[in-house]
């Protein structure tokens, strides 16, 4: 007899995704499981690097935590199986996993053809679910092409744990934030911002290596001091990934449901997401225009209020968090 509905391999704790599929489980009335794909990633620090580096990003671990979700799924018996990203299951767990009646569905929350993630060992494992839910539009064809899983488009969520408004905290004020790790190609995007004089804050990684932003980097932050920056902000600045071929970005929900004004590169997706120029966000398509639409922006209190009023109820008044992600993965079509 079945003792849970769900289990689910993904990195637990803080604002990880599958844990927040875990807490969203739980508010949607399934009884869920969560193993932690973290441990598929610890051992010998040489070993670790060598596996990651030289053997097709194999994390350490990977066949012993693939036996673990094995033995896992004999001995609970889910109904399904939900993992999160390019995660640490070999292809051979995931044909055990459906010999047992489980359903095995991935939420590939990276692209596994972007470089800096992509292995033949992944690849495999992909073409094993029964179902792939992409938060990407740009890679479904090439998912599909791998023949047997059902593919279908599930955008990120918010975590509402972690995500809602906070009173105004002055000392993180700034006219424009962005969260997000320092990728090369949006540090010139930031930099115009900083060039034409505006107050940015940074939160992320590797912002201090660049000279055009060091300057306005502040590190890593928890979620608390990001949610407080961010209720603060004048502007929220929402970029996409390109190496990863974002559509949108888990950013794109959480500045929503924490409410600022959001100043958005305009794509396809965002647009799906937030509706036309204006009602909810206001979009930008190059530095020039994001530059222009900041300033403009700025000089306008009761439209930034409006706006962020807009964005917040937009998302949190609809479908939107992880327990609604997680109810259209599952759902039979």
Same mark, same amino acid.
């Given at each position: 007899? #079945?003792?849970?509905?769900? !289990?689910? =391999?993904?990195?637990?704790?803080?604002?990880?995704?599958?844990?927040?599929?875990?807490?969203?489980?739980?508010?949607?009335?399934?009884?869920?499981?969560?193993?932690? @794909?973290?441990? =598929?990633?610890?051992?010998?620090?040489? !070993?670790?690097?060598?596996?990651?580096?030289?053997?097709?990003?194999?994390?350490?671990?990977?066949?012993?935590? #693939?036996?673990?979700?094995?033995? @896992?799924?004999?001995?609970?018996?889910?109904?399904?199986?939900?993992?999160?990203?390019?995660?640490?299951?070999?292809?051979?767990?995931?044909?055990?996993?459906? /010999?047992?009646?489980?359903?095995?569905?991935n939420y590939l929350t990276d692209d596994p053809w972007n470089p800096g993630h992509r292995s033949r060992w /992944? +690849? /495999?494992?992909?073409?094993?679910?029964?179902? &792939?839910?992409?938060?990407?539009?740009?890679?479904?064809?090439?998912?599909?092409?791998?023949?047997?899983?059902?593919?279908?488009?599930?955008?990120?969520?918010?975590?509402?744990?972690?995500?809602?408004?906070?009173?105004?905290?002055?000392?993180?004020?700034?006219?424009?934030?962005?969260?997000?790790?320092?990728?090369?190609?949006?540090?010139?995007?930031?930099?115009?911002?900083?060039? =034409?004089?505006?107050?940015?804050a940074l939160y992320g990684s590797y912002w201090d290596r660049f000279p055009p932003t060091r300057g306005v980097?502040?590190?890593?932050?928890?979620?608390?001091? &990001? *949610?407080?920056?961010?209720?603060?902000?004048? !502007?929220?600045?929402? +970029?996409?990934?390109?190496?990863? *071929?974002?559509?949108?970005?888990?950013?794109? !929900?959480?500045?929503?449901?924490?409410?600022?004004?959001?100043?958005?590169?305009?794509?396809?997706?965002?647009?799906? +997401?937030?509706?036309?120029?204006?009602?909810?966000?206001?979009?930008?398509? @190059?530095?020039?225009?994001?530059?222009?639409?900041?300033?403009?922006?700025?000089?306008?209190?009761?439209?930034?209020?409006?706006?962020?009023r807009a964005v917040h109820a937009l998302i949190t008044e609809g479908p939107h968090s992880y327990a609604d992600?997680?109810?259209?993965? +599952?759902?039979?079509?």
């Open positions: 007899m #079945s003792t849970v509905d769900l !289990l689910i =391999a993904g990195a637990r704790g803080g604002t990880n995704v599958g844990q927040s599929l875990y807490e969203g489980a739980e508010r949607a009335g399934y009884r869920a499981m969560l193993l932690d @794909t973290k441990l =598929a990633m610890q051992g010998p620090y040489l !070993l670790t690097k060598l596996k990651w580096h030289l053997m097709g990003h194999r994390p350490v671990r990977l066949s012993r935590f #693939s036996a673990e979700v094995v033995d @896992t799924c004999a001995r609970v018996r889910p109904r399904f199986f939900v993992s999160v990203g390019i995660a640490p299951v070999k292809a051979a767990a995931v044909r055990a996993l459906r /010999a047992q009646g489980v359903q095995a569905i /992944a +690849l /495999a494992a992909l073409r094993e679910y029964d179902r &792939i839910a992409s938060p990407r539009r740009a890679n479904m064809p090439q998912l599909a092409a791998l023949g047997r899983p059902e593919v279908r488009y599930v955008p990120f969520g918010y975590d509402p744990s972690h995500c809602f408004p906070e009173p105004a905290d002055r000392s993180l004020a700034s006219d424009v934030i962005f969260v997000g790790g320092a990728d090369a190609d949006r540090v010139p995007w930031v930099h115009r911002l900083v060039a =034409a004089g505006l107050k940015v980097s502040r590190g890593q932050a928890g979620p608390d001091v &990001i *949610r407080r920056a961010t209720s603060v902000a004048k !502007l929220a600045l929402c +970029l996409v990934r390109r190496a990863n *071929r974002d559509g949108h970005v888990m950013r794109s !929900l959480e500045i929503a449901a924490i409410g600022a004004c959001m100043l958005v590169e305009d794509t396809d997706e965002h647009r799906a +997401l937030f509706g036309p120029d204006g009602e909810a966000v206001v979009y930008f398509r @190059t530095p020039d225009e994001m530059v222009a639409r900041a300033q403009w922006l700025l000089g306008r209190d009761e439209e930034r209020s409006r706006l962020a992600r997680l109810s259209a993965m +599952l759902a039979e079509r």
